[in-house]
């Protein structure tokens, strides 16, 4: 009697949620289907990743060439996140809008496609320009072998950037047509990095390098295979007559701006590890993989399911989907909360499974796990923001983001200026927790318990309907 009431007492919370989520409507079958299609798709790629991870720290350990490597490799990959992000807040709900006009959808993307190659091309070339110049000057802020490392790396990195935003362009159509095929072929940059590391002994940083480059490019191809046979690869065109420019446009420069400010956080976390001198920026670089392993699973999951189920409620009348966001909210901060205390008691041991070979060492595995566990904080307002986020994006309230990200960027520059100098490099994970708290309960307020409800939203589409006609 004993073991099978305590057996009741377990199950009962998670009976009574099953109870929930299946009378309470549609939206929550199709986005915890979403979720669990996501989520498998994306184990697959962090298992990938960790394999890349051991790789690289086999063979360079905390050495300079990790370093260098990460310090370009964010700041070139920074415009590339903000624009894969802005695209999928921004074609989601567009092509949810067009399903049934695929002449004028197909026309705007085979123009936006060509915007976007020529944006590219131009972008590397701006981009190398500032940080040749840089470099050359002495003002990378990076100590002087770095700093040459850097330098010598970046006419291949310089390449990720018109790789980079195509890639985000195919992923973003193929996540607004419904399909998660794109998480799974995330993983291919990966495995070309720890394949050319492996078979590149003694290369320094080539294999980091030209492993990245030549991932990212089959990354690009992978994605254009299937869409081409799905639905027919149209040609680029050079031109902005398409009148969805206008839908476009209209979402675009806000969310550039909160997405820059947000993302512009790691940025300012590695001109701070640069400051901490060598190895700081290997530490912090290695702790935050182990946390995107765990965070990426829940939180592309997450966004990938929650996004195209919101702007079809949406553009559907609205019904009770802030009731939806404040239930998965709710659920996906209490995961957050159990994968904190999990990891953390885990930590040593997960950093050890995953790098501690070749020349990386005990000694090692101990100051990662230690910045590792600093940087777990941060997990449960991350889990529920991304949820917050996505049903935001889908009302198309662009602003929220913006301002969310500057709330975010403020507590990042704030959290690094009073922690740092107490704790150092742990001082710059511990950070990122106020990043995530001040944004996830900013959303909170404004969506959840200052809404204007579904009736709101309805009437906000029926002004902008109502200018569209005019």
């Not at 057996?7 to 289907?33: C, E, M, N, Y």
């Not at 050495?63 to 590339?80: H, K, M």
């Not at 002994?201 to 390098?209: C, D, F, I, K, T």
């Not at 869409?227 to 446009?249: E, I, K, M, N, T």
Request: positive net charge.
């Amino acid at each position: 009697m004993g073991l099978g009431y305590t057996k009741s007492v377990f199950l009962q919370p998670w009976r009574a949620l099953g109870t929930r989520l299946r009378t309470a409507g549609p939206d929550h079958a199709a986005i915890l289907r979403g979720m669990l299609t996501v989520a498998a798709f994306v184990f697959v790629g962090k298992l990938v990743s960790a394999i890349k991870e051991m790789a690289v720290a086999y063979r360079y350990g905390l050495g300079a060439e990790v370093d260098a490597y990460q310090f370009l490799y964010t700041v070139i990959s920074w415009p590339i996140g903000v624009w894969s992000s802005v695209l999928t807040a921004v074609l989601v709900p567009l092509a949810v809008r067009l399903r049934d006009q695929q002449g004028q959808l197909t026309r705007f993307r085979c123009e936006l496609l060509g915007f976007v190659i020529l944006a590219g091309f131009a972008l590397a070339g701006l981009v190398w320009l500032v940080l040749h110049t840089m470099f050359q000057l002495g003002h990378s802020g990076l100590p002087p072998r770095l700093a040459t490392l850097a330098e010598a790396a970046l006419p291949g990195l310089i390449l990720l950037l018109p790789l980079g935003m195509l890639t985000a362009l195919q992923s973003a159509w193929m996540l607004a047509a419904g399909r998660h095929l794109n998480t799974l072929l995330d993983c291919i940059p990966t495995l070309s990095i720890a394949t050319l590391v492996m078979v590149l002994p003694g290369g320094g940083m080539r294999a980091l390098v030209w492993g990245t480059v030549a991932g990212s490019a089959l990354h690009l191809l992978s994605l254009m295979a299937p869409r081409g046979r799905r639905d027919g690869q149209g040609a680029p065109r050079l031109a902005l007559s398409s009148p969805q420019w206008r839908w476009f446009w209209q979402g675009f420069g806000i969310m550039v701006g909160g997405q820059a400010l947000m993302s512009l956080t790691v940025v300012i976390d590695q001109f701070y590890a640069a400051g901490l001198g060598t190895g700081a920026i290997a530490m912090l670089g290695y702790a935050n993989r182990v946390l995107s392993l765990i965070l990426g699973l829940a939180a592309i999951a997450v966004s990938r399911a929650t996004l195209p189920i919101f702007a079809q409620g949406q553009a559907q009348g609205g019904g009770r989907l802030r009731a939806v966001a404040r239930l998965w909210a709710g659920i996906l901060f209490a995961l957050g909360l159990l994968a904190m205390l999990v990891s953390y008691s885990a930590a040593p041991w997960i950093v050890q499974l995953l790098y501690e070979r070749g020349q990386f060492g005990a000694a090692d595995t101990a100051a990662v796990t230690e910045v590792l566990r600093y940087g777990l904080p941060q997990m449960p307002f991350y889990f529920s923001s991304m949820v917050l986020v996505s049903y935001a994006l889908s009302q198309r309230r662009y602003h929220l983001v913006f301002f969310s990200a500057l709330i975010g960027c403020a507590a990042k520059i704030a959290g690094n200026v009073l922690l740092v100098p107490v704790l150092g490099v742990n001082g710059i994970a511990l950070g990122t927790m106020l990043v995530y708290a001040s944004t996830a309960l900013f959303f909170w307020n404004a969506l959840i318990v200052r809404g204007t409800g579904d009736e709101g939203t309805a009437g906000l589409r029926g002004r902008t309907a109502g200018r569209w006609r005019k």
